[in-house]
C-alpha cells in the first residue's frame, strides 16, 4: 500500500471520518464516545470537516420531546474508489462510494494469462471507463486496489509464487498501478478481500474462515473482527498435502497438493480426461446439477479433501464461522462433504457452536472488501 496522496485530512479528523463512512457514528455524541476525544474537540473537527465538504448534516429541525439530533453523513462528494477483483477468466470491477456503497459494478471478460502489464494496464483503461461514465462530476477519485488470485507480499504489493499465473511471479503490481495513479493502491489476494467483505455479513462473529473455491482453492482469515495477513500467506491452504490414494505432480512442484485434486482448475482436468469439457470451473456446478455421475463424485471428493484440512485448522483455530464461497460453492455435494469431515473429526467443544455455510455477501464480495481496506489506506 503506497503513502501517495490522501484525503486532506489530518490524523483526528481522518478517525472521525472513517466512524461516520463506517457507519459506526452518525453524531456528534457517537463521535466524542467512541475517539475519546473531548466534545469541543469533535464539534471543531466536525465543523472544519463539514465546511471542507467531506461531511454532510442532514434530518435537522425539531421533533416532539425536543430537538431532534442532527444526523452526520459521508458527502456523496468526498471521493470514490475504484476497485476490482481479478480472476482466472473474468473481472469485477467497479465504483464505490467512501461508505463502500457501490455506484456500478460490472463484469468483462479478462485472461490472466496474458500477464501483469497487459491485465493491469487494461484494467486502469477500464478504470478510466468507468469513471468517466459513473463518477459523478467534479468527485475524485481517491484510492484505487484490486484483488489477485495468488499469493500477494503485503510489504511489497508483489505477487508471489502463484499459481496458473505466467508472468506474475514477483511482479510489482502495487508499484505498477501506482505509477498510473497518484493515489493509495491495494494490492491484496483474493481470498483475503472476501473475507473482509464476508465478514460484514456475519455480526457477532468475531473470527471467521472463509474459504474460496474457484478455480485455485484460497482462505481469508478473519481474527477479532479483522484480517489476518500473517506474513502475506495466512490462510494459504492450497499447498498442504493431502491423502489420496493416486499421486500427483502440483503446479508448484510438489506432491500431493489440496490444489491438485480439489481446485476447480484441477476438478475441470480430471473430467477432460474422462472426456467431459467444461469452459470454466462454474460450468461443473450445472453438471452437478443435472447429477452427472463424474462431475458429482469429484466434487464430493474435493469437499471430503478440502474438509480434511479444515479439521486441522477448525481444531487449531476454533473459528466460529467457516463461510463457503466462489464458483464451486453452489454445487451442494462439495459444502456437505465439508460439513461431514469437519463435525466428525474435529473436537466437540470446537464443532458445537461452529457454523459451515454458504458465505452470504453475494458476487461483490470482494469489491466490497477492497472498498473496507481501502477506505483505512485512503484516510
Ligand atoms: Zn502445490
Known amino acids: 500500500m503506497s503513502g501517495k496522496e490522501r484525503l486532506p485530512v489530518t490524523g483526528a479528523q481522518g478517525d472521525l471520518l472513517r466512524l ?27 465543523e472544519e470537516l463539514l465546511d471542507a465538504g467531506l461531511l454532510i448534516e442532514e434530518g435537522s429541525g425539531t421533533s416532539r420531546g425536543g430537538r431532534r439530533p442532527r444526523k452526520l453523513g459521508l458527502s456523496p462528494s468526498a471521493g470514490v474508489l475504484a476497485v476490482a477483483d481479478l480472476g482466472a ?17 460490472q463484469e468483462r471478460e479478462a485472461d490472466i494469462t496474458a500477464g501483469p502489464e497487459a ?39 508483489r505477487v508471489v509464487g502463484p499459481s496458473r499465473m505466467p508472468g506474475w511471479n514477483n511482479f510489482p503490481v502495487a508499484e505498477h498501478l501506482g505509477a498510473r495513479y497518484d493515489l493509495p493502491v491495494l494490492v491484496e489476494n483474493d481470498a483475503n478481500l472476501m473475507a473482509v467483505g464476508e465478514a460484514r455479513s456475519w455480526p457477532g462473529a468475531d473470527n471467521l474462515m472463509v474459504l474460496k473455491a474457484g478455480t485455485g482453492i484460497g482462505c481469508g482469515v478473519i481474527v477479532h473482527g479483522r ?16 491423502r489420496t490414494d493416486s499421486s500427483t505432480v502440483c503446479a508448484c512442484g510438489h506432491r500431493d497438493c489440496l490444489e ?52 486441522v485448522l477448525v481444531n487449531f483455530f476454533n473459528p466460529d464461522v467457516i463461510a463457503v464461497g466462489g464458483s ?23 464443532t458445537r457452536e461452529l457454523e459451515i455455510a ?10 466490497l472488501g477492497a472498498g473496507s481496506l481501502l477506505l483505512d489506506a485512503v484516510l
Not at 20 to 43: F, I, K, N, P, Y
Not at 89 to 105: A, K, W
Not at 227 to 242: E, M, Y
Open 119 to 157: 491485465v493491469l494496464d487494461w484494467l486502469a483503461d477500464a478504470f478510466d471507463d468507468l469513471l468517466e461514465s459513473h463518477a459523478p462530476e467534479g468527485v475524485r477519485l481517491r484510492g484505487v486496489g484490486t484483488g489477485i488470485p495468488g499469493p500477494v507480499d503485503p510489504a511489497t504489493g
Open 328 to 350: 464451486l460453492s453452489a454445487a451442494e455435494p462439495l459444502l456437505a462433504s465439508i460439513r461431514a469431515a469437519v463435525y466428525e473429526r474435529c473436537l466437540p467443544l470446537a
Open 260 to 311: 491438485a485434486y480439489a481446485s476447480g482448475a484441477a476438478l475441470q482436468a480430471a473430467l477432460a480426461e474422462a472426456g467431459i469439457l467444461v469452459e470454466r470451473p462454474a460450468d461443473i456446478v450445472g453438471l452437478v446439477n443435472d447429477a452427472v455421475p463424474e462431475a458429482t463424485s469429484l466434487v464430493r471428493t474435493a469437499g471430503r479433501l478440502i474438509g480434511e484440512v479444515l479439521t
Open 20 to 46: 461516520v463512512a463506517t457507519g459506526q457514528a452518525e453524531s456528534r455524541a457517537e463521535l466524542a464516545r467512541l475517539s475519546g476525544l473531548a466534545a469541543s474537540s469533535v464539534s471543531l473537527r466536525v
Open 227 to 242: 484480517l489476518h495477513r500473517g506474513r502475506g500467506a495466512a490462510g494459504d491452504i492450497s499447498h498442504v498435502r493431502v
Open 89 to 105: 477468466h473474468h473481472v469485477r470491477l467497479g465504483l464505490l462510494d467512501l461508505s463502500g456503497n457501490p455506484l456500478t459494478i
Open 358 to 367: 454458504p458465505a452470504r455477501a453475494g458476487q461483490d464480495v470482494a469489491l
